[in-house]
Nanobody, 123 residues
Framework: QVQLVESGGGLVQAGGSLRLSCAAS????????MGWFRQAPGKEREFVAA????????SYEDSVKGRFSISRDNTKNTVYLQMNSLKPEDTAVYYC????????????????WGQGTQVTVSS
């Protein structure tokens, strides 16, 4: 059973930065593709970024390309989301998730979810 705990959310002004962390339990972390998703009030959960088990492959939702960066440290069972140049439209609850696949970019390929961390960007 994989458990995921996110941290690092908060309130930031537009143009600012935050780094989210997600600590995972489990002995097979390096075999799991990891992803970040977000859900804004009144909207569906959407894909933000994904990274392969080994960390060499990643992908991003178009609106965050060039501003967000996903990374992982398999020695610490942790995945990160560095968010720069934040915009008010980035305001959402951000969720970390683990896939059974080595690399996955679709929500249906993810089977474990964290509790979420709130990110609020003020204008």
């Amino acid at each position: 059973q994989v458990q995921l705990v996110e941290s690092g959310g908060g309130l930031v002004q537009a143009g600012g930065s935050l780094r989210l962390s997600c600590a995972a339990s489990g002995r097979t972390f390096s075999m799991n593709g990891m992803g970040w998703f977000r859900q804004a009030p009144g909207k569906e959960r959407e894909f933000v970024a994904a990274i392969s088990g080994g960390g060499s492959t990643s992908s991003y939702e178009d609106s965050v390309k060039g501003r967000f960066s996903i990374s992982r440290d398999n020695t610490k069972n942790t995945v990160y989301l560095q968010m720069n140049s934040l915009k008010p439209e980035d305001t959402a609850v951000y969720y970390c998730s683990a896939s059974k696949k080595f690399y996955a970019t679709n929500a249906y390929e993810y089977y474990h979810w964290g509790q979420g961390t709130q990110v609020t960007v003020s204008s």
